[in-house]
């Protein structure tokens, strides 16, 4: 007689306890270490570059967002592993499976929890994440000019990324300065840039740089083919990353505003990789179940917390390096279906672990 799919509401709330609390707690380990990681780059900051709290936490904050399409598949095989790997270790599974409940009954609360991580970071890899990428580069941008303006000191000549910046009077709260003296050979290139009055800006597009004004450009000063500018006003760059700013970053761009593109539109072959790109990641979720679900969940076998963490770190590992060289070869080949072939690998070596080395395989998806 086929067994029925009943739902218990008592039983599925004990899993999905067991499984929900170890991946809040993987969860906020990872956000934990990548904070101490984190956490000398941004004393650094505050220290050189005299920025204040406010804007170091919200960096910290937008780099975290950013870091969010990852941790969360992680944390969430993590969860299948250690509380699977937890109930088989006391024995609890068996005693579930001895009182009636079947297997297919266990797992659902893990396929409610992958569905749910599925749709969360799919808006993070989507939305959530390219604006965390778009601020960190914005306050970054701001940052370096705290950092150049905290070095930069009157009567002083200071070196810098290329550039001998000389001012005579420099305000550091209003970034006011005047008579303004820049030698500039950043590129392999040479100019003299003379300004009477200026002030150091900050914008999302052009990052930090030196509004000049009254001021002269010497293109060449050494080369008989010499070249001699006036300018009333000047935007002087000041970060050797600025000119790239000008154009977005795919992976700071959302998804609404990627298909609004003219070169999406036109189908350009970068752009519509990164859409694959992002619904793969978001499908990473679906893959890690059934890697948990082969590796974790086992009736008749105990599974220790160590065991469970290793083969967490070992998959993750290898799923990511995998990841990154089908990346690199979908960008070289312009073959937009290699992007998935992680996900296939790993979901292949599920099932055939599952069907062979498991027998999850047999009771879970056969009706029998």
Known sequence: MKSIIRFKPRLFLYVFGELLQPYLLS????????????????????????????????????????????????????????????????SELVALCSLGYSKRQLLIPSLLLCCGNIVFCYFCVTELGPIGVQTS???????????????????????????TVYV????????????????????????????????????????????????????NPKDTNHAVIDFQEYDFLTDAKSIQRKQQPLRAMTNTRIKKDPKYLSGDFLYRLEIHKRLQLSLVCFVFLALGIAFGFN??????????????????????????????????TQFIAVIYMPNLIFLSIAILWMKFKNDTFATVFKWR
């Open 168 to 219: 005579e009077s420099f305000d550091k709260k209003t970034k006011d300065f005047k008579n303004f003296f820049v030698l500039d050979q950043r590129n392999n290139q040479s100019a003299v840039v003379f300004s009477k009055y200026g002030k150091m800006l900050n914008e999302q597009d052009k990052g930090s740089f030196l509004r000049m004004q009254q001021g002269q450009i010497h293109y």
């Open 27 to 90: 969860f906020f380990v990872l956000l934990l270490t990548l904070l101490m990681v984190q956490m000398f780059r941004f004393t650094d900051i505050i220290l050189i570059s005299g920025s204040d709290l406010q804007a170091t936490l919200l960096l910290l904050k937008s780099i975290l967002i950013a870091t969010f399409p990852i941790i969360i598949p992680l944390a969430f095989l993590a969860a299948i592993l250690l509380g699977y790997g937890r109930m088989s270790q006391d």
């Open 299 to 332: 009736v008749f076998q105990r599974v220790s917390k160590a065991e469970s963490l290793g083969v967490c770190i070992f998959l993750a590992m290898a799923y990511w390096i995998l990841y990154f060289m089908f990346e690199s070869l979908a960008g070289s």
């Open 137 to 163: 580069k914005m306050i970054s941008s701001q940052i370096a000019s705290d950092t150049f303006a905290a070095n930069l000191k009157p009567g002083v000549f200071l070196s810098v990324a290329d550039m």
